[in-house]
């Protein structure tokens, strides 16, 4: 096996790069992987492991966005707005797919200031 210098990685790896950035996977070190990762074996050797599925949380990135966006919408802080309008901005972000971020129940009710609760109760009064 050729030595490399640290830090540059292995050719395999670098080929799979983009790759699985158009299908949504990532690479992890062989010593975090789970059952559900796929080992990217070179020679016998383990060089990594791919992991497909549900990104990293991302609560400060999508989520945020769409806090953000449906607050511009409803024209302001989504703390301050009356009862009815909280229940359209759950609604808003339940339409936009907010509530397929990991926490996103405690996320959006913190946003709201309201309690995990009362998103829950919002929700099922607009899928009842």
Request: net charge negative; charged share 25%; with cysteine.
């Amino acid at each position: 096996m050729t030595e490399r210098s640290p830090g540059e990685q292995h050719p395999v790896l670098v080929t799979l790069a983009p790759i699985l950035e158009k299908t949504g996977g990532r690479l992890v070190p062989p010593n975090n992987a789970t059952a559900d990762d796929i080992p990217v074996v070179w020679e016998g050797e383990t060089l990594a492991c791919v992991r497909f599925g549900a990104p990293e949380p991302d609560t400060h990135g999508g989520l945020e966005k769409l806090l953000d966006e449906v607050a511009a919408e409803l024209g302001g802080p989504l703390t301050g707005l009356p009862r009815a309008d909280k229940q359209r901005a759950v609604r808003l972000l339940e339409e936009r797919g907010a509530f397929t971020f990991r926490k996103s129940a405690e996320t959006v009710a913190a946003a709201l200031g309201v309690t995990r609760f009362t998103v829950y109760n919002y929700l099922n009064r607009e899928r009842a």
